[in-house]
Nanobody, 118 residues
């Protein structure tokens, strides 16, 4: 059974940094992506960053480009989100997502709260 375990959220002042981790287990498929989504209060869930299992290519939302970096440790099936220069508008519940390519299926972590406030 697929399991995603997130860690690293918390309270930080504007300009600070956090590093989120997501460890995935219980799957055998090889073609997938790992993604970070977030849902700010009162808003829809949005994709923050994306990384593929094949090439390791990445994509980012425009709102965080230059500030956040997604990376992976393939041996550990772990994805990270390094968050720098945090702003109050980054406040959200951040969700780790594992997306199988075929058949298309999504697996989700429980979410971790990131609060940026002074």
């Amino acid at each position: 059974q697929v399991q995603l375990v997130e860690s690293g959220g918390g309270l930080v002042q504007p300009g600070g940094s956090l590093r989120l981790s997501c460890a995935a287990s219980g799957f055998t498929f090889n073609i997938y992506s790992m993604n970070w989504y977030r849902q700010p209060p009162g808003k829809e869930r949005e994709l923050v960053a994306h990384i593929t299992s094949t090439s390791g290519s990445t994509d980012y939302a425009d709102s965080i480009k230059g500030r956040f970096t997604i990376s992976r440790d393939t041996a550990k099936n772990t994805v990270y989100l390094q968050m720098n220069s945090l702003k109050p508008e980054d406040t959200a519940v951040y969700y780790c997502n594992l997306r199988r390519a075929w058949p298309r299926q999504d697996y989700w972590g429980q979410g971790t709260q990131v609060t940026v406030s002074s």
